[in-house]
């Protein structure tokens, strides 16, 4: 099968050359632009919450899981399970209210 390739003139090239900005930026000039704009910074408290959230979702359904398991009903891996997905799904509920309460005090601080 074969592709259509687009010919340019000589004069697009030259125009093109002209505004396009150079393809890789040296060393130099990308530790500059850095240092101007470093880029979003992220608040420590956002951070530390999706820290504590991801360490709840890692380990809370998988303790609750053995717990239930070797302790609760000892053999029941069944009741293990379900008591694991509800872990996980309060740990994912509790994430959401988290957010949206962040949310809206971030909104209400604009009407201010």
Do not use: H
């Amino acid at each position: 099968m074969a592709t259509r390739r687009n010919v340019k003139s000589s004069d697009e090239k030259e125009t093109q050359k002209d505004n396009a900005p150079p393809p890789v930026l040296p060393k130099a000039m990308q530790a500059e632009r850095m240092k101007n704009n470093p880029g979003p910074s992220i608040p420590k408290e956002v951070l530390i919450k999706l820290f504590s959230f991801t360490v709840a979702m890692l380990f809370g359904p998988i303790g609750c899981y053995y717990i239930s398991t070797n302790y609760l009903f000892p053999g029941s891996t069944v009741l293990g399970a379900s008591i694991a997905a509800v872990v996980a799904n309060v740990v994912l509920v509790l994430f959401i209210l988290v957010a949206m309460k962040e949310d809206d005090g971030e909104e209400t601080k604009k009407d201010k």
